[in-house]
C-alpha cells in the first residue's frame, strides 16, 4: 500500500512545454506539500495546501501552479518549463497543517528539461 | 530568509567508524526534526526533538538538541553499508519546515 504516491517517476521534456505532475496520498491527513530538489540535494518548499486551501506560496516563478481537487490531490503544473526547472519534485503530506508533525514524501518525479 | 546551516556536507568512513553531522540555526526553533534519504530514494522520517538539551536514541543513531535550541547534532555509532545515504535536519520556523543543506555519507567496506 503506497502512502504518498507520485506520477510520473521521470518527466523528460523540452524546454517551452506544460507539464504537470500528480500527487496522491491514502494517510488521511490534512496536509500536503511540494518541495523541490536540486542537483546539490537541497530540499525546498514550494507550496503547501490544507484541506484544499493554498497556506504556502514561497517565492516560485508563476509558471508553476498547484492544484487541490480535495484533500487527498495535489498536482503540480508547471508551464513553459526551463532549464533551471530540472530537478526533483517531492510531494509530502503531514497529518496536520502544525509544523509538529512529521511528513511523509513520495518518491519523487524527477523532471529533465532539454 | 530562514536557514539552517548543516555540517559537513559530506563524510566518508570506514564501516565501523563513527559519523556526527551538526545543524545549526540563528534563531531559537520550536522543534526540530531529522530525515534520511538513500541514493536514489526518497526523504524518510527519523525523529522530532522538542525540549531543550533533549537526546533521544534508535539504536545506533543518538540526536541531540541544544540547550538553546539552536543547534542538533546526529551521531551514528560503528557506520554499517546500510546507512549510507544523505542525513537532512529540518528547523520548524513559522508554518514551514526548512531544511539544512543535508550531509552525505558514504560507508567504506
Known amino acids: 500500500d503506497t502512502a504518498v504516491s507520485q506520477t510520473p517517476k521521470y518527466l523528460v521534456t523540452q524546454m517551452g512545454n506544460d507539464k504537470s505532475i500528480k500527487c496522491e496520498q491514502n494517510?488521511?491527513?490534512?496536509?500536503m506539500y511540494w518541495y523541490k530538489q536540486d542537483s546539490k540535494k537541497f530540499l525546498k518548499i514550494m507550496f503547501s495546501?490544507?484541506?484544499?486551501?493554498?497556506?504556502i506560496n514561497e517565492t516560485v516563478p508563476n509558471r508553476f501552479s498547484p492544484k487541490s481537487p480535495d484533500k487527498a490531490h495535489l498536482n503540480l503544473h508547471i508551464n513553459s518549463l526551463e532549464l533551471g526547472d530540472s530537478a526533483v519534485y517531492f510531494c509530502?503530506?503531514?497529518?496536520?497543517?502544525?509544523?509538529?508533525?512529521?511528513?511523509?514524501f513520495g518518491p519523487g518525479t524527477r523532471l529533465t528539461v532539454t | 530568509g530562514q536557514q539552517v546551516m548543516q555540517i559537513p556536507q559530506y563524510q566518508h568512513v570506514q564501516e565501523g567508524e563513527d559519523f556526527t553531522t551538526y545543524c545549526n540555526s540563528s534563531?531559537?526553533?520550536?522543534?526540530i526534526q531529522w530525515y534520511k534519504q538513500r541514493p536514489g530514494g526518497h526523504p524518510v522520517f527519523l525523529i522530532q526533538l522538542v525540549k531543550s538539551g533533549e537526546v533521544k536514541k534508535q539504536k545506533r543513531l543518538t540526536f541531540q538538541f541544544g540547550e538553546a535550541k539552536k543547534n542538533s547534532s546526529l551521531h551514528i555509532t560503528a557506520t554499517q553499508t546500510t546507512d549510507v545515504g544523505t542525513y537532512f535536519c529540518?528547523?520548524?520556523?513559522?508554518?514551514?519546515?526548512?531544511f539544512g543543506a543535508g550531509t552525505i555519507l558514504r560507508v567504506k567496506s
Open positions: 509530502a503530506s503531514s497529518p496536520r497543517r502544525e509544523v509538529s508533525y512529521e511528513q511523509y
Open positions: 495546501y490544507n484541506n484544499k486551501e493554498l497556506i
Open positions: 529540518a528547523g520548524h520556523y513559522g508554518n514551514k519546515l526548512v
Open positions: 494517510l488521511g491527513h490534512d496536509t
Open positions: 534563531t531559537t526553533l520550536s522543534n
